[in-house]
Nanobody, 128 residues
């Protein structure tokens, strides 16, 4: 069992930055991949990026265009999402999630169905 709690969302102007955090607790965390997703009203959940506690190179969705950066602090069991140059269309609820490493490859790490555990989400609103 894995528990995830996101924080750091809020209201920001276009061009601004936010840093989201996801505190992870549970057993055998090394056996999981960690992902960030977002969901805007009326839209499907969208993959942003994913990382593991073991590997160095994360995966990113092509559409994120280099504005989002994932990182982790293993000592604190915390994952981060740095978001820069924010746009109005980045407005959404942002979720962190955990899934088994069986799905750790570039073809499957972006599929939300491959994640078993989800946080409650944190709202990010970008105003013009």
């Amino acid at each position: 069992q894995v528990q995830l709690v996101e924080s750091g969302g809020g209201l920001v102007q276009v061009g601004g930055s936010l840093r989201l955090a996801c505190i992870v607790s549970g057993r055998a965390l090394d056996d999981y991949m960690m992902g960030w997703f977002r969901q805007a009203p009326g839209k499907e959940r969208e993959f942003i990026t994913a990382i593991t506690w073991r590997h160095l190179m994360p995966y990113y969705a092509d559409s994120m265009n280099g504005r989002f950066t994932i990182s982790r602090d293993s000592a604190k069991n915390t994952m981060f999402l740095q978001m820069d140059s924010l746009k109005v269309e980045d407005t959404a609820v942002y979720f962190c999630a955990a899934g088994t490493l069986n799905y750790w490859n570039e073809d499957t790490a972006g599929n939300p169905n491959n994640y078993n555990y989800w946080g409650q989400g944190t709202q990010v609103t970008v105003s013009s």
